[in-house]
């Protein structure tokens, strides 16, 4: 009987040669796609619906280029104030105020329930409540009479039409849905950072809104930035549907014009495709350095610890 | 008639409240109560904590140790009772026979001369080290920032952690991070400090470390309150020993008198467990 002896000073065994498991399956269903994405290619190239001189020459023309801005604009600026109130909403949410979490709460339900085309629509047509927008005092037309005053408490007033261009129509139609959205992704974010932190906080004499800035919202991001950079993209998507408020200055709303007038939409619904996705593309990228850059301080943090035991293990 | 007469009654009683402590006393609890729901964990709190005091406080668990530390800079509101620490009533104002609710921001500013430091260190994971122990006083107090860094840094060389600056909290030991908490509460330059179990999420070759920085911070003249199981630390440092169970406060005296010779069946009992 022999004992194993220890490793040191054995040879290194020979590598090991077997042949491979095959798998033919994989090959065929390889062989198959690639046929079909050869008719595909094939299509695009001879079909002349496709139309693409016509395409690559309008697709980069002014009023597209300036749709392309209208509905980045749009995408940002909604976004910016959907984040806003959606912080805005979620502090309500949390605030322990049963009023003010009431509100929140309805806010959340009716912007999530209702689908945007729908809200678009119905922003577009928001003009017909009222001829003016008005500042004053409320219920003037109640109280005045009633006090035996002549006139009313109205100190401005602008037409209607003037505010509530189909831009804006379009901006508070998507920013009020997103901030319902963004409400419930910043709450989880709030809901994520522990109890402790707050009472840490609190114990230094911070106030509430100094301990949101500067403790909890901060480390809450870690859990909202994720699905908001989903939310971008989603957002530049649904942009399209403010063709329908309508907003002709926007993206789809061109490409679509333009279809229509040379009877060639086809052309033109892939050049909206092409579009939308170069942009999204776009996004996704900077999404991911945008993630990236907020998990850095782990990572470097990481980093550190190893070579801090590695340095103790010397 | 007999409404009336009932709220006179009350307004007496209320004029009869006792008025506010001391110079010498930082702080001082009479007949503290409070519920969560229908459980009552504070059943009338009577103690008072002399400037410059060490009061350790032990019992078993449950007993509202914790609870009682988080009323005193009113993180928890109290239900009946009174607390006043450095002279004033915490969380209330006292107005003709009356009580009024301190706003927030008023809260706030009362507990900045009270520092705490929690069992689970709580130290800001997205700050540095630095960046932990000035920002209270950078946003809170409005210190300048160059000024504060520099107390911070002396606050940092005290616990040992001066070569710690820079790093984040998660890149320390356990007894490294409360360290650190302990810095940061000073940084508020607090008059008392509240240490809820400061040394039970350590490692034990990690406990001596944070009872070393409490011994010194004792030896300088804070007054402290230290919920604690480390009986060495409140026979060695301890002015005075609390003895909680059940929401009131059993017996207290010496730390050397109450752990030798407790007059209480119900300290005998938890000492002979935890000596
Ligand atoms: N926020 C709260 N809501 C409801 N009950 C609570 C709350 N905080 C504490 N309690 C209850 O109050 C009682 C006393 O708790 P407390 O934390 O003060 O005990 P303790 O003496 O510190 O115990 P330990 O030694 O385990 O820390 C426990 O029964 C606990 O469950
Ligand atoms: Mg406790």
Known sequence: MSTPTPTEGRAAPEPIKAVPVRHPGRWIAAAVLLVLAAMFVNMLVTNDKFNWPFLLENMFSPPVLYGVWTTLKLTVLAMAVGISLGIAVAVMRLSGNPILAGLAWVYTWFFRAVPRLVLCVLFGNMGILYQNLELGLPFDNYWMPALGLDGDARFYSVPMNEVLTPFMAALLALALSQGAYMAEIVRAGLLSVDKGQTEAAQALGMGRGLILRRITLPQALRVIVPPTGNEVTAMLKDTSLVSAIPLTTELFFQLQAIGNRTFDLFPMLVAACLWYLAITSLLMVGQFFLERSFTRGDRSAQAEVTIMQSKAGH | ?275
Not at chain 2, 27 to 40: D, I, M, Q, T
């Open chain 2, 1 to 275: 008639m007999s409404a009336t007469a009932g709220g006179e009654d009350a307004s007496t009683r209320a004029g009869d409240l006792p008025q506010a402590p001391g110079d010498d006393v930082m702080v001082l609890a009479e007949n503290v109560h409070k519920s969560f729901g229908r459980l009552e964990v504070l059943r009338g709190i009577d103690l008072e904590v002399r400037r410059g005091e060490v009061m350790c406080v032990v019992g078993p668990s449950g007993s509202g140790k914790s609870t009682f530390l988080r009323c005193i800079n009113h993180l928890e509101k109290i239900n009946g009772g009174r607390l006043w620490v450095n002279g004033r009533l915490m969380g209330y104002r006292q107005h003709g026979g009356r009580l009024y609710e301190l706003r927030d921001s008023q809260v706030a500013a009362q507990r900045r001369d009270i520092g705490m430091v929690f069992q689970a260190f709580n130290l800001f994971p997205h700050m540095s080290v630095l960046g932990n122990v000035v920002e209270a006083p950078v946003r809170v107090k409005r210190e300048p920032r160059a000024a504060a860094r520099e107390t911070a840094m002396e606050l940092l060389d005290k616990v040992g952690l001066a070569d710690k600056a820079a790093s984040f909290p998660r890149q320390l030991s356990g007894g490294q991070q409360q360290r650190v908490a302990i810095a940061r509460a000073l940084a508020m330059r607090p008059e008392l400090m509240l240490f809820d179990e400061p040394t039970s999420a350590l490692d034990p070759e990690l406990v001596g470390e944070v009872l070393d920085v409490m011994k010194d911070l004792a030896r300088e003249g804070m007054t402290m309150v230290v919920v604690t199981h480390e009986m060495g630390f409140a026979r060695e440092v301890g002015d005075s020993l609390v003895f909680m169970d059940g929401g009131v406060v059993v017996e207290s005296g010496a730390p050397k008198r109450v752990l030798t010779d407790p007059q209480h069946e119900r300290t005998r009992a938890f000492l002979s467990k935890v000596l």
